[in-house]
């Protein structure tokens, strides 16, 4: 089957937020609906991961690329949605998977397996070099005809994908604030290049570390976005740092799924949302604010997540 690109799909809708603390503080806040920007219903191709694949998978085609390869942890959404575009789309796949093989497969290895990606277990000391010329090579993978992905999918043809996810939602809503979660930092970089003077984008790290600001900045860079302080990372809400959690978080979670009937995951949407309320408590937007919150999907990994620390009798 010839590989094919993205179908276009209509903007993803804003849903608005209504509670005593915005109300309080003057304040308007909307999610925006990126989960349901999908392949498919419970789809892991949605939300930021459309946005990052769109024109890579394009530049896929047009390049007559038949074979993705890409890069991931065990619980990865990126290798999710890597190898459901590759299944639907008629590529072939690799995903090259920090660590050892563990049976019975996880659900988001079992998923990728099912739609056919072809897995290659890498020690997570080799896998620091991934990035490195000889890397394939040393694993014995001759990367002739094929089409990598880095890990994340964030590379310049992402950053495209998320911009017009900027621009999409400025053309919904008169937006002063955009808040989004942070990985590889991809999506807030892209956000960045789409904005308006008037806006400010807020990138919620779900690592340790203050390294977010130096990547968003070097990437902005290479896609020739001019300097900008129009933006910022926040580090007070990665709860410990990845895949790390507190039983604050889920039950913030839990509460906003009942009140507002959202599904957050707690890898990433949880703990940016959970950042938005703590930041309007405490005073951090100017009255009369209207803030977009995204929500970019990653809820094939809440199973995963549940399995993990089911002997802490986690629910999501």
């Known amino acids: 089957m010839k590989p094919a690109a993205l179908p276009e799909r209509p903007p993803s809708p804003l849903q608005e937020i209504r509670h005593t603390e915005l109300d309080a503080k003057g304040l308007r806040l909307l999610v925006k609906r990126d989960d349901l920007l999908a392949w498919s219903k419970n789809s892991a191709l949605c939300g930021n991961k459309w946005r990052k694949l769109k024109y890579n998978l394009l530049e896929a085609k047009t390049t007559h690329q038949t074979h993705l390869l890409t890069f991931g942890g065990a619980y990865s959404n990126h290798l999710a949605a890597a190898a459901e575009a590759a299944k639907v789309l008629g590529f072939e796949a690799t995903g090259?998977?920090?660590?050892?093989?563990?049976?019975?497969?996880?659900?988001?290895?079992?998923?990728?397996?099912?739609?056919?990606?072809?897995?290659?277990?890498?020690?997570?000391?080799?896998?620091?070099?991934?990035?490195?010329?000889?890397?394939?090579?040393?694993?014995?993978?001759?990367?002739?005809?094929?089409?990598?992905?880095p890990e994340g999918g964030t590379n310049m043809a992402a950053l495209r994908g998320c911009r017009e996810l900027a621009e999409e939602i400025q053309a919904q809503a008169e937006a002063d604030f955009i808040a989004v979660a942070c990985g590889t930092g991809g999506t807030l970089a892209g956000i960045v290049s789409g904005l308006k003077e008037s806006c400010k984008a807020l990138g919620f790290s779900v690592l340790k570390g203050d390294f977010h600001r130096k990547e968003v900045a070097a990437l902005l860079l290479e896609a020739g976005a001019m300097p900008a302080d129009n933006w910022q990372v926040e580090t007070a809400y990665h709860f410990g740092g990845y895949a790390k959690w507190k039983p604050e978080l889920l039950d913030f979670m839990q509460e906003f799924r009942d009140q507002y009937g959202i599904t957050l995951d707690p890898i990433y949407t949880g703990k940016m949302m959970y950042g938005v309320f703590d930041l309007i408590r405490n005073g951090a937007f100017p009255r009369g604010s209207t803030i977009v919150a995204v929500h970019t999907g990653g809820l094939q990994g809440v199973a995963g997540f549940e399995q993990r620390f089911s002997a802490s009798g986690v629910s999501v």
Do not use: H, W
Request: glycine share 8%.
């Open 96 to 149: 090259i998977v920090r660590g050892e093989e563990t049976l019975p497969f996880n659900p988001t290895l079992a998923f990728v397996k099912q739609c056919g990606m072809r897995l290659v277990y890498v020690n997570r000391e080799a896998y620091r070099y991934k990035s490195e010329p000889d890397f394939l090579p040393s694993i014995g993978i001759d990367a002739t005809g094929v089409f990598v992905l």
